[in-house]
């Protein structure tokens, strides 16, 4: 496996009883048989197995953060996808959990709805409930929470956007945060940049958290929030700068193809389109190990790690140019509408 940084070894350690519950059904289901000679595909693994494709998918990338699997991928049908296992990994799995792996009793294991019973989830015996974890977000309740939620894991985003910020507000004077939670990269820029008005746009129910958010702003006059569904209406005009963080992953590609066009046709000519995301790297792997495991019982969430090359790609064929990666612990992708 491709050296990893301390923090992804420790996720992995963290979630070591979820890594052995994986191989333990990984090895029931007779999986590691096929994906060994492989190269085998996802539609074809499942049908023969009765399996979920999407749950299978998601439990494919547990093997895959563990080191353990090559994927390939054909396009953006997750059923073309392509497995092969590393060589070996069925008799490695069998010599460490011993022989009778497969039928120890797993209800002593203290997890809840997935540990223990990934062979049912896989068949769609049994998942999360929107109690559990509601993808997308149903009620103004579920989605304050979830936005929330994610402010608390922006410290590698605040950081990488805090490092460009000579460059990527040189020029500009308005900002707009696409599904930009409750405002804390949003006040973080405005911290930053003291000519840029930056905006959040996202659902109305989380207008309150980004009005909380700024009575602590640097300038509470630069930050402000516009309520808009980006499935349902085009995104707002006015702005030479417009970011996706960590939304992109979230939907399909024809989705996010969709969402960077209507970016497209909304920024001003000249404008900046900035994606940061976490892109598929050995080291983000293991660190997603838990997410993917996680969301194996969801699916309503098609939430994956894609390689940089699909959002440069993306952002040329939709008419960008002057794209590039700007390199940090997590890396921007920006690109200029033409103008």
């Known amino acids: 496996m491709t050296e990893m940084s301390p923090r992804a070894l420790m996720s992995l350690l963290f979630n070591g009883a979820k890594a052995v519950d994986v191989l333990e059904t990984a090895l029931e289901l007779g999986l590691l048989d096929e994906l060994e000679p492989g190269p085998v595909r996802l539609a074809d693994l499942a049908e023969r197995h009765g399996l ?58 203290p997890w809840r709805v997935l540990h223990g019973r990934l062979a049912d989830s896989l068949r769609g015996e049994v998942g999360m409930t929107e109690d559990d974890f509601a993808w ?11 936005e929330s939620s994610m402010s608390l894991g922006l410290g590698p985003v605040l950081e990488v956007f805090h490092r460009y910020a000579d460059r990527l507000w040189d020029g500009r004077r308005r900002f707009l945060d696409v599904g930009g939670g409750a405002g804390t990269l949003a006040a973080s820029v405005v911290a930053d940049a003291p000519h840029v008005h930056a905006d959040v746009y996202n659902l109305a129910a989380v207008g309150p958290l980004v009005e909380q958010t700024r009575t602590r702003c640097a300038d509470p006059a630069r930050l402000g929030f516009v309520a808009g569904d980006f499935f349902a209406e085009p995104l707002p005009g006015g702005y030479d700068t417009m970011a996706f963080v960590r939304v992109l992953h979230d939907w399909p590609a024809d ?51 894609r390689d940089v090359s699909f959002y440069t790609e993306l952002l040329e064929k939709t008419g960008f140019d002057h794209v590039e990666v700007l390199p940090s612990a997590w890396e921007l992708v920006v690109a200029r509408k033409p103008g």
């Open 255 to 305: 989705v996010a193809r969709r969402l960077v066009e209507s970016a497209y046709a909304a920024l001003e000519l000249g404008g900046r389109l900035v994606i940061c995301e976490e892109f598929r790297t050995p080291d983000r792997l293991a660190m997603q190990f838990f997410w993917s495991y996680f969301l194996i019982g969801v699916d309503s969430c098609v939430s994956r790690l």
């Open 136 to 146: 997308p977000p149903q009620t103004d309740e579920q989605t304050a929470s979830f």
């Open 52 to 109: 979920k494709p999407l749950r299978l998918y998601k439990f494919l990338d547990c093997l895959e953060s563990l080191g353990m699997l090559r994927r390939e991928d054909h396009g953006d049908d997750l059923a073309d996808t392509e497995y092969r296992a590393v060589p070996g990994l069925r008799d490695a799995v069998v010599a460490a959990l011993g022989p009778d792996a497969i039928e120890r009793d797993r209800d002593t294991y």
